[in-house]
Structure formats: C-alpha cells, structure tokens
C-alpha cells in the first residue's frame, strides 16, 4: 500500500510559477524495489491527462503543452516528488493528482492514468489571466 499526499496547488496570474510536492508513503530511492512516481492533471470536465512521471533511474517524456515550463523532481532522502510549474497559463488550471505503481516507470511515453494503482486527492491550480 502506498499513500500520497499532494500539496501546493493554489491560484496564481498567468505567468507565475507554483511547485507542487507529492508526499509518499514508501521510500521512493530505491533500485531493488522501485517505484514509478507521477502527475497527472484532470481540468473541469475534461479527461485526465499525465504531465510527467520519474523513478530513481528515469524521467518519462513530459506532456506537449507543458514542455519546457513543468519539471518534475524528486528528493529521495524525504520521499518527496515534485513539480516545478513555471510560466503558467489559463489552460494549465486543473486538479493535479501524484500517482504511484511499482516498479520502474515506462520511460518511453508521458504516464497514462491506467498503469498507475496509487493516487492522491489531489492539489487544486487555478491561472487567471
């Protein structure tokens, strides 16, 4: 069982910057027992999409819109994953959700929601314009 904790999501101006962290559960710096850490965003309405998704060896592509303003990072030491959201944009305002499985991430492809057995609640990002 792993349990996440989002945090961080909050409303800004476009243009402005927020990290959001992902708190785990389970020691996430590990290469005998990986684990695959994600973001996904759900905007009102609409499908939820990945944004990115890192283990202790890899980085996944990172979703099309968000391509060179969204990182994503770990600190293993605290079992925290974050994302680094700079240069926010209206279309940006969604849940955001951290997401978890086991083993090492599929590093071919942006994360899709179906390989990921362990979500958060969810931190709420809101960019007026």
């Known amino acids: 069982q792993v349990h996440l904790v989002e945090s961080g999501g909050d409303s800004v101006q476009a243009g402005g910057s927020l990290r959001l962290s992902c708190q785990s559960s389970r020691r996430i710096g590990s290469t005998s027992n990986p684990i695959c850490m994600a973001w996904f965003r759900e905007p009102l309405g609409k499908e939820r999409e990945g944004v990115a998704a890192i283990d202790i060896l890899h980085r996944t592509p990172v979703l099309d819109s968000v391509k060179g303003r969204f990182t994503i990072s770990t600190d293993n030491s605290a079992n925290n994953v974050y994302l680094q959201m700079d240069s926010l944009q209206p279309g940006d305002t969604a849940m955001y959700y951290c997401?978890?499985?086991?083993?090492?991430?599929?590093?071919?492809?942006?994360?899709?929601?179906?390989?990921?057995?362990?979500w958060g609640q969810g931190t709420q990002v809101t960019v007026s314009s």
């Open positions: 997401a978890a499985v086991l083993g090492y991430c599929n590093r071919l492809y942006v994360p899709n929601s179906a390989d990921f057995f362990y």
